[in-house]
């Protein structure tokens, strides 16, 4: 590897700005250069120019993937399109970096993770909202013990509304209603809990939106070695939405409204704290109480991409692997499976 990584960006998309964010961490970190951008669409190559003077642009992936100079490419495309355009990448010798959704089921990450591994490249999962101010702060509590043993994780998001939002919303492109935020959630959840889990229930209903083939809630069971249990939920049918986290442990409770969470990457590559997360602890078997807010940290985007290049560089462990991802991917497709079956399922490649 040179002393400089050499990047590319697939997908400048107009819907969240997000081709930007992945050019704005990439030209904030030090051993990352931003050689360019690649995109179908002219409208949005032209805009990449405009916001980043002097780079290079592609109107095909398969024009970028040719040049030889280019060491990485980040892969921010719809859904439907990241295995093939991961695994064509990987097997021109470039590593890569897939935005979440990772892609539409398990074969396909399947695939990714094997073309990696014939390639001897880095398959790495954009799973960035680890470093949302919110869940470092929740992450830690948990971790220094602050709420004892966890048992139960509810986490839930969605109101009532029409879900209606391009690509997302359509089944075979963007995967259904558990790809949009659940990538996020589900990553959280296994990062928080860190063991195997021994299966998914899953609950999905379609009754409202008709003109949409994605459902309107879905809601997965997932159920650890240890006993413990998160009910991960999103809804476009939920009139009464309960709080975005909550979470029970054997002397305490963590509850966070949500409000401090992100709500866009617009011109930022990091952000200083915002909001914070209530923690309840219990002592004296219940007869003591208190109830303290705590402070949130900062959202550190830009750390995954330092330790990509420290990765990449000097051998560090990846930041999210394809294996991370995989296991977000699998909990989706079992799920969906439990809510045809009626029945807890297991989750493929949890036992290695
Ligand atoms: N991590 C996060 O917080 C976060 C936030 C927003 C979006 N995302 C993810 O980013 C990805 C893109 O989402 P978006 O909202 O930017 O979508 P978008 O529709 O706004 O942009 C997608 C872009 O990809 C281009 N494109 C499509 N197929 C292509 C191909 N074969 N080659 C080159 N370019 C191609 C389109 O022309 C478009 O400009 C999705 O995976 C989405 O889930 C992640």
Not at 32 to 55: F, Q
Not at 234 to 240: K, V
């Amino acid at each position: 590897m040179p002393d400089t990584i050499r990047c590319a960006v697939i997908g400048y998309g107009p819907m969240h700005n997000f081709g930007w964010a992945h050019c704005a961490w990439i030209d904030h970190t030090p051993e990352l250069e931003l050689v360019g951008v690649c995109d179908i669409d002219s409208e949005r190559t032209e805009a990449a120019k405009a916001d980043w003077p002097g780079i290079e642009t592609w109107s095909s992936t398969e024009d970028l993937l040719a040049r030889d100079d280019i060491h990485l490419v980040s892969i921010v495309t719809p859904h439907f399109t990241h295995c093939r355009i991961a695994v064509e990448a990987l097997q021109a010798g470039k590593h890569v970096v897939v935005e979440k959704a990772m892609c539409l089921n398990v074969a396909e990450a399947t695939a990714m993770i094997e073309a990696a591994g014939a390639a001897g490249r880095t398959l790495a999962v954009h799973h960035n909202r680890r470093h949302d101010g919110n869940f470092r702060r929740i992450k830690q509590l948990v971790d220094d013990g602050e709420i004892g043993e966890v048992f139960q994780i509810d986490l839930q998001a969605g109101g009532y509304g029409d879900p209606e939002h391009g690509w997302y919303t359509q089944k075979a492109r963007g995967g259904g209603a558990f790809y949009f935020w659940g990538p996020h959630a589900v990553d959280w959840v296994l990062a928080l809990v860190g063991e195997k889990m021994t299966g998914v229930t899953g609950f999905f209903h379609k009754l409202v939106w008709d003109h949409l083939d994605i459902e309107d809630q879905v809601r997965a069971l997932i159920r650890f070695e240890s006993g413990c249990v998160a009910d991960v939920m999103f809804s476009h049918i939920n009139a009464a939405p309960r709080p975005l986290w909550r979470i029970l442990g054997t002397e305490g409770a963590i509850i966070d409204a949500g409000a401090g969470a992100t709500k866009g990457y617009e011109h930022v590559v990091s952000t200083p704290p915002q909001g914070s997360v209530k923690l309840i602890r219990v002592s004296d078997r219940g007869r003591k109480r208190e109830e303290i807010e705590v402070a949130n940290l900062g959202n550190d985007w830009d750390s995954y991409w330092q330790d990509l290049a420290d990765h990449l560089l000097r051998g560090a462990p990846v930041p999210v692997s394809g294996h991370d991802g995989r296991r977000t991917i699998a909990v989706f497709e079992t799920a969906e499976k439990s809510s045809r079956t009626g029945r807890t399922e297991p989750v493929p490649y949890e036992d290695g």
